[in-house]
Each structure stands twice: as structure tokens, then as C-alpha cells.
């Protein structure tokens, strides 16, 4: 647990209570009083009631949709469906600034519905709420339908054969079981939606901003530390209470049912009702998922004269998009590949020996060591990137202008996928194996050399892929301290789209393409890879 702890410490709470003091601290002493004065503010009361609405609304709507997703994952067999699934998950491991520009090129300025209808729904709440079910839609097939396909449907049936009707057998029998995985799939959700940044600052224009969004506006552009800093212990302590919560759901759903091997569980659809529901739900992931994705290619190749690769010819040229970059576009490909990769390499080091010493003690203290790995999830991102700038700029830590800082920020947020990860997987291994291989003369690293990695190493590679997708797209810390002349692809995509100008707009498209492919075909790797019951949630 020491390195752990250490480098939470060092990258984690240090620069964010050297922000959180910066701002409530002056030469008097502490300055509580300012959290009531910021609190009521007008403006900033609307940006909590908007930061939380629109969370509730999101997670209601994707919950609305998703549900009979994961019906069908779970309980129908069809042609094609393992690719499906893939396709499902891939906005989930998308950057959100690429979620936020496939949008834009579908209900933007010049998008799709604007060129066919004349209809523009950015700088509006619905773009918000779409985009925001288009990133989640995978959290609700993955999390329900998982336990979904592993209820026993005889226990429905028996409801049936004694008198109860079909929705009256699934609302007494199947509702409640689900009950567990539908709010931890909610809580993930509204977790997602309540601290989104890069949807909200391309679709929502100057008239809506959450939380992060806020804290960035006020950090970056107005310098106002000391209303950052009170947004950003609002948006922890909420966040906190969302992890409990989803916490005590997820423990509750580990302990309270007998699950059966999903292979058996799963049939072709029978009868036009269910026929009609396989139709929806494609229907569904073709106009949410698909066409997204389709129109942000399809605007990547669509330049001034016809189709082509003028856009893709352009990230190679040096001061592109109107001096927007120090280098070529086409750099942050290569920049963005490093940073993730060493990210990748240090969240499996960090999380992997985080996992393990988990599963190998108890306690409260143990329980608040897991609470402390999952809280860069709920702290600003722009607080972290920002506070890496003010603290660590002095020997011996000195990191202000190496190369190593960006994966560092990459990394804290990582390492909770590789723990979620491999956490399961740890715990399924049998201790008496170790002991075993202890009794005979192996010494501890050898016993987990020769026992525990060969039972872990699928759970490995499917941790460093969510690390290294997460990283790549990582975009709140990294806009903050990614140097002018080492741009990672979100960042350069976000720089684009903020300056006006068509080749502007058309290399943004065709960076978040190639950010689309890289992100699609990890995820493709990881459908490979993964276990059939022992994958954690996702």
C-alpha cells in the first residue's frame, strides 16, 4: 500500500489542497466565510441547479432507452451481436471531447440537421442530454444486462405457471433482483453526467455550464481562485456521496443472489413482440450510436470541392489553423500514444499493487484506502491539472516543464479502472494456492509469479486497455499542463474547434476520426479479451 499511498499524496492531495487553500487562505488566516458568499451568488446557484437537473434528466433518459438494450443483450441471441456490443461500448471509452464533436457535426452549425431541415440544436440542452445518453447508453446494457443474463428465468416462469401475469411475474421476480445493478448503473451515470466538462463546453456554448466546467472558466480564464476552490469541495463532497451509495449497491448486489451461467439464459427472439424489440433496439443504437460516429467521418472527409483528404493533408502542415499549434497537428497522434502508453505503465504499477493489497487485508482502514483509489473520479480535473502547475515547480519535484507530468495526470485517473478490474479477479484466487506454493519453497514473489499472474493475466490486459483508452482521451488535467508544442489529440481537437474558420472546423473532425478509430480499436481488443464472467462490471 506505501507506493499507493505515496503517489496519491504526492500527485493527488497535495496539488488539490494546495489549489483549495490557495483559494480559501489569505495573509488572516482561513477564509471559511467565502464558501457562503460564493454559495449565494446568483450565478453560481444557477450553475449547481443546472449541474444537477441536467445529471437527473440525462440519467433518466438513458435509463428510458438503455433498459430495453440490455433486455435484449442479455436475453436474445442474434447475428452479430458480440460486434454490437463492441459498438455500444465504443462511446464510452471515447474522449468526451470527441462525444461533444460528433455531435456538434450532427445537430451543430452546418451539421446534418442543418443542412437538411435547417434545424440547429447546439447552445441547447437537448445536444447536452443526447450526447450525454450517447456516452452512457453503454454503462446501462453493461451493468443491467450483465446481471440480467445471469438471473435464472425459471424463477420468472414459476411466477407464471402459478398464476401471474408476464409484467406482473417481471415487476415481483425480475425488478426487484435488478433493483441493485439498475441504481448502481444510475449512480454511474449521474456520476458521469453531474462532473461532465468537454460534452457541456463544446454543445452548451456560454449559456450552460456544470460544475467542471465552471471551476475551469474560473481557474483558466477569470483567475478566481477562491470560487474554484468552493466549487471544487461542492462537487467533492457530492461526488463522495455518490460513490458511497453506488458502493453499498454494488455490495448488495454481490451478496444477495444466486446467479446462473449467462450461455444458458439466452434465446433467438420468438414471436413479432419480440422481433419488434430486437427492430427498436437496433433501430435505436443506428440513430444514437451509429449515425453520431457516421456524420463525424463523414464531415472529416468533406472539404471545399468535394470529398477527399484535404483535411487529413492538413494536420501535417506546421502552424495549422492559424497558428491554433507550435508543430503539425498530426504530432498530437504521436504525443498522445506516449503519454497514454507511459500513463498506462504507471496506472498498472500504482493500481496493480493497490488491488493487491486489497485482497490481502480487512478493516476500516483497508475499506478507506478503496474509497481514497476511486476519489480522482469525483475531484475536478481541472483542479488536479491546475494544481500540478502551482505546486510542482520546485526541486526536487520540479516537473513544470517535463514531459512526465501529462501521463502523471493521466495516470490518477487510470489507476480506478485497473483496480475495478482486477479487484474481482484477485479475489477468486484461492489463498491456499499461495500457501501451497510457499509450503514447497517459493518465495513470495515467485509464488505470485508462478500462481497469481497466470490467473490474472487476461484481467492485466484488460486493465491496461481501459488505462490506456482512459488516458488517451483524458482532457480537464491535460489542457491545463500538455506544453504548447506537445499537444495530446484532445487537446488539439478542443484548440480547434475553438477557433473559427472552415479548415478549423474540418481538421477538428478528421483529428477526433483518427482519436475515434485509435479509442474503437482498443475497445475491439478488449471484446477479445475478455472474460466471460469475471470482468468486473464492464
Request: net charge positive; charged share 15%; hydrophobic share 55%.
Amino acid at each position: 500500500m506505501a507506493l499507493p499511498l505515496a503517489f496519491f499524496g504526492l500527485f493527488f492531495a497535495y496539488p488539490v489542497a494546495a489549489i483549495v487553500g490557495r483559494g480559501l487562505r489569505s495573509d488572516d488566516g482561513w477564509q471559511f466565510g467565502r464558501i457562503g458568499e460564493v454559495l449565494a451568488r446568483p450565478d453560481i446557484a444557477d450553475v449547481l441547479w443546472f449541474t444537477t437537473w441536467q445529471a437527473l434528466a440525462s440519467t433518466a433518459l438513458t435509463l428510458l432507452i438503455a433498459l430495453p438494450g440490455a433486455y435484449v443483450f442479455a436475453r436474445f441471441e442474434f447475428p452479430g451481436k458480440q460486434l454490437l456490443r463492441a459498438v455500444v461500448t465504443v462511446p464510452f471509452v471515447l474522449p468526451t471531447v470527441v462525444v461533444g464533436t460528433a455531435f456538434l457535426a450532427l445537430v451543430g452549425r452546418g451539421g446534418m440537421l442543418d443542412e437538411l431541415w435547417g434545424v440547429r440544436l447546439d447552445t441547447t440542452v437537448w445536444a447536452i442530454l443526447l450526447a450525454h445518453v450517447f456516452f452512457n447508453y453503454a454503462v446501462v446494457v453493461r451493468t443491467v444486462g450483465g446481471l440480467w443474463a445471469q438471473l435464472d428465468p425459471r424463477q420468472e416462469e414459476a411466477a407464471r405457471v402459478l398464476g401471474a401475469g408476464r409484467f406482473a411475474a417481471w415487476r415481483r421476480v425480475t425488478l426487484p433482483a435488478l433493483g441493485p445493478a439498475v441504481a448502481a448503473a444510475a449512480l454511474m451515470v449521474f456520476l458521469f453526467t453531474f462532473t461532465s466538462f468537454g460534452v457541456v463546453q463544446i454543445l452548451g456554448g456560454p449559456a450552460y455550464s456544470t460544475l467542471e466546467v465552471e471551476v475551469y472558466r474560473q481557474t483558466a480564464q477569470l483567475l478566481d481562485l477562491p470560487t474554484a476552490a468552493v466549487l471544487t469541495m461542492v462537487q467533492f463532497v457530492a461526488v463522495g456521496a455518490i460513490l458511497g451509495v453506488h458502493a453499498w449497491t454494488v455490495r448488495k448486489r454481490e451478496t444477495a443472489l444466486r446467479l446462473v451461467d449467462p450461455a444458458g439464459t439466452a434465446q433467438r427472439p420468438r414471436g413479432i413482440g419480440q422481433r419488434l424489440l430486437l427492430g427498436a433496439v437496433l433501430l435505436t443504437v443506428a440513430l444514437l450510436i451509429v449515425l453520431p460516429l457516421g456524420v463525424l467521418v463523414e464531415r472529416s472527409f468533406d472539404a471545399p470541392g468535394g470529398y477527399g483528404f484535404r483535411y487529413y493533408r492538413a494536420l501535417q502542415e506546421a502552424g495549422s489553423g492559424g497558428g491554433t499549434f507550435l508543430v503539425p497537428p498530426l504530432e498530437a497522434i504521436w504525443n498522445s500514444l506516449q503519454y497514454a502508453l507511459a500513463a498506462t505503465a504507471i496506472a498498472l504499477l500504482v493500481g496493480g499493487l493497490a488491488a493487491a493489497a486489497l485482497t490481502r487485508r480487512g478493516g476500516r482502514f483497508v475499506r478507506g484506502f478503496d474509497a481514497l483509489l476511486m476519489v480522482p473520479l469525483g475531484v475536478s480535473a481541472v483542479t488536479v491539472g491546475f494544481g500540478f502547475l502551482i505546486t510542482l515547480d520546485e526541486p526536487p519535484l520540479d516537473l513544470r516543464t517535463s514531459w512526465i507530468l501529462v501521463p502523471l495526470a493521466q495516470a490518477l485517473v487510470g489507476v480506478p479502472f485497473v483496480v475495478r478490474t482486477m479487484l474481482p479477479v484477485l479475489r477468486a484466487v484461492d489463498g491456499r494456492l499461495r500457501e501451497a506454493a510457499a509450503v514447497l519453497g517459493a518465495s513470495p514473489l515467485r509464488a505470485w509469479r508462478e500462481v497469481d499472474l497466470p490467473l490474472v493475466r487476461r484481467a492485466l490486459l484488460i486493465a491496461a486497455g481501459f488505462a490506456f483508452a482512459v488516458s488517451l482521451g483524458e482532457f480537464g488535467a491535460t489542457v491545463f499542463i500538455a506544453r504548447p508544442d506537445h499537444p495530446t489529440l484532445p487537446v488539439a481537437v478542443a484548440r480547434l474547434l475553438g477557433r473559427a474558420g472552415e479548415m478549423n472546423y474540418g481538421q477538428a473532425m478528421a483529428l477526433s476520426t483518427i482519436l475515434m478509430l485509435v479509442c474503437a480499436a482498443s475497445l475491439l481488443a478488449l471484446e477479445r479479451l475478455r472474460p466471460d464472467k469475471t470482468s468486473g462490471e464492464f
